[in-house]
């Protein structure tokens, strides 16, 4: 059974930038998919980007593309998501999800969330 | 992007009600479309993938159909641990998107 586990709370000032790591537990690592999802307080849900580490392939949201950039470490089982040019809106819940697998983009599993508050 | 539209917003309901929440697209999407709870404090869960497949573990008051551009999660009968916001997501097309949620509330 995956497990994901995700760092702990960051607190950033605008214009700077944050990087989130989520450290994967059990199943085939190199096999999977991670996405990013964020959630703003008392919102919805907002996918931010993917990466599939056997084809080294990244897929990043319009909204995010410049300022986001999303990397695999294999051999710790660490998936990172770093977000520049930080702003007050960009405070929120960062959570990376696993997806099913090849055609199941869906999200299976899920991290405990990361809470990143950008205040000056 | 895809656009959804999820509805409605909030549901007051009882224990044992029937609850329908509906999530309709700007476009057909196949069955390419997940179903997510959320309960507050928490990271979302998956309930239904492929528009009608119930995840592994969850309880079979929970289905969920449709296809193309009109989707709908049910609860057959209501139980005190199903107050949660519910979201819909498709995965038809990049970017993947959400619909906006429904509070499940006594």
């Known amino acids: 059974q995956v497990q994901l586990v995700q760092s702990g709370p960051e607190v950033k000032k605008p214009g700077s930038s944050v990087k989130v790591s989520c450290k994967a537990s059990?199943?085939?690592?190199?096999?999977?998919?991670i996405s990013w999802v964020r959630q703003a307080p008392g919102q919805g849900l907002e996918w931010m980007g993917r990466t599939v580490p056997n084809f080294a392939t990244t897929n990043y949201a319009p909204k995010f593309q410049g300022r986001i950039s999303i990397s695999v470490d294999e051999l710790t089982r660490t998936s990172f998501m770093e977000l520049t040019s930080l702003r007050s809106e960009d405070t929120a819940n960062y959570y990376c999800?696993?997806?099913?697998?090849?055609?199941?983009?869906?999200?299976?599993?899920w991290g405990q969330g990361t809470l990143v508050t950008v205040s000056s | 992007a895809i656009w959804m539209t999820q509805t409605p917003s909030v549901v007051s309901a009882s224990i044992g009600d029937r609850v329908t929440i509906s999530c309709r697209m700007d476009q057909g999407i196949s069955k390419f479309l997940a179903w997510y709870q959320q309960k507050p404090g928490k990271a979302p869960e998956l309930l239904i993938h492929?528009?009608?497949i119930l995840q592994n573990g969850v309880p079979s008051r929970f289905s969920g159909s449709g296809s193309g551009t009109d989707f709908t999660l049910t609860i057959s009968s209501l139980q005190s641990e199903d107050f949660a916001t519910y979201f819909c997501q498709q995965y038809y097309r990049f970017p993947w998107t959400f619909g906006q949620g429904t509070k499940v509330e006594i």
């Open positions: 059990g199943g085939t690592f190199s096999s999977y998919t």
């Open positions: 492929t528009g009608s």
């Open positions: 999800a696993k997806e099913g697998g090849a055609g199941d983009y869906y999200f299976d599993t």
